[in-house]
């Protein structure tokens, strides 16, 4: 049974560079809460990078 559904749902989702279509995309992004927890950790890992070449130079 090849028909209808199958090829519509596959017409739909066309895989991206990224690997994933647009919709599924659009429905991660609603599952996700930004900022994720991984831009605030790595925000908060170069602000304490650039804190700490700051006061090695006024040691």
Request: proline fraction near 5%.
């Amino acid at each position: 049974m090849t028909g209808g559904p199958e090829r519509t749902i596959l017409a739909v989702h066309v895989r991206g560079l990224h690997g994933m279509c647009a919709g599924c995309r659009v429905w991660w992004a609603l599952l996700v809460p930004y900022p994720c927890w991984q831009v605030e950790w790595a925000t908060s890992r170069q602000a304490r990078a650039s804190v700490a070449r700051f006061l090695s130079g006024v040691r």
